[in-house]
């Protein structure tokens, strides 16, 4: 049996395990049903890959995709029944249903094109941080502000890191050389940004995020604000996503000192 196929996109991986650990975080702490959930949106992340492939156009369907995808999703329909029969965590049933509804509309744009747009990447972004709230209602079992908080934290960090990630892509077709052709690009992504960051404040002055929890997103800003008029053109995807997830550990880190 060949090995499961998994996601190119090695930053989903981190868009998906950072605000998860989040939820823990802000849940303030780590039992059986967390770590159940954290299988659960592992397990049903994984189940994405082979489906994708198995309805690609003209690609011939392999019986290891066809495995790998019966089992991923029987190992995430079991432990999210487990959670929701056994340990009665019923919230978990509509945050299920927005995961399942963001998967359903990838299918049906993966089949008009396998290219993402920006609006589709920045779906995804919101999507995925819903493992934030998932994991802080597994520990906790209810679904209250602070799930909405952490959702919101973990989603604006990854919607600006969007921006970010194509900047860099853009910037390998356009070269820009001058630094009104870099700020023009740049300003999208900057904006990105400082609106998380200010979002973010408007959370902690309301009194529903912790106070240092704006703090989480300064380092991606300032990344940023040098990259834009200094930084040169990432030509290494590899390094770039490298680049990315020991953001994301930062913005993570940050959060943990903000909750704590």
Not at 40 to 53: C, G, N, S
Not at 83 to 96: A, D, E, G, N, T
Not at 176 to 190: A, N
Request: proline fraction near 7%.
């Amino acid at each position: 049996m060949e090995p499961p196929p998994l996601p190119r996109e090695h930053g989903s991986w981190f868009m998906l395990l950072v605000p998860c650990a989040a939820g823990l975080v802000a849940a303030d702490g780590v039992n059986l049903p967390g770590l159940l959930f954290a299988l659960v949106a592992t397990a049903f992340f994984l189940a994405r890959q082979p489906l994708l492939l198995l309805i690609r156009k003209g690609q011939q369907p392999r019986l290891s995709w066809r495995f790998w995808l019966g089992t991923w999703a029987a190992v995430s329909g079991f432990g999210l029944a487990m959670l929701l029969l056994v340990y009665r965590r019923l919230p978990l049933l509509s945050i299920s249903l927005v995961g399942l509804a963001l998967l359903v509309y990838e299918v049906w744009r993966w089949r008009r094109s396998p290219r993402p747009d920006l609006g589709t990447e920045l779906l995804a972004a919101v999507g995925m941080a819903s493992s934030a709230p998932g994991a802080y209602v597994a520990v906790r079992g209810l679904f209250d502000q602070g799930a909405a908080v952490v959702w919101a934290l973990s989603a604006l960090y990854f919607l600006a890191a969007v921006f970010y990630i194509n900047l860099m892509l853009a910037w390998l077709k356009r070269n820009p050389q001058s630094q009104r052709d870099r700020w023009h690009l740049g300003l999208p992504t900057i904006r990105a940004h400082v609106a998380a960051l200010a979002a973010g404040l408007v959370l902690t002055l309301a009194g529903w995020a912790p106070l240092l929890a704006p703090l989480a997103f300064l380092p991606a800003l300032a990344k940023t604000l040098w990259q834009v008029p200094f930084g040169g053109r990432e030509t290494s995807f590899k390094r770039l996503g490298l680049i990315e997830a020991a953001h994301s550990l930062v913005f993570l880190a940050l959060l943990l000192i903000a909750y704590r």
